[in-house]
């Protein structure tokens, strides 16, 4: 009898780990995450080197992450990739063309 109860545990337990809201790190990992791919990305680091811009600011939105400087603000889209598996979230970034400010 306990085997059976085991054994029906298990099965209602291991399909809800294979769950997508399961791969996640806690949001302020997974956004850590996401910003150091952003400031280490080549699109990045070409418009700092363009506009000689020091330092950016990076808000977070619905899409992904605004990022504004004293010359430029660029829309980033974070895109997730569903894995079928536990553990980090997969993405890849989108950069939208940089808006010069005036």
């Known amino acids: ?27 302020e990992y997974q956004r850590q995450r996401e910003i150091e791919t952003i400031i280490s990305s080549e699109e990045f680091l070409e418009q700092q080197a363009l506009y000689n811009d020091p330092s950016a600011h990076i808000d977070l939105n619905p899409k992904g992450y605004m990022i504004e400087t004293e010359h430029y603000t660029m829309q980033v889209n974070v895109v997730y990739e569903p894995t079928g598996r536990i553990g980090p979230v997969q993405y890849h970034l989108e950069f939208d063309k940089p808006i010069a400010k005036n």
């Open 1 to 27: 009898m306990n085997n059976l109860v085991v054994a029906g545990l298990l099965a209602t337990t291991i399909p809800a780990f294979s769950n997508e809201a399961y791969q996640a790190l806690a949001p």
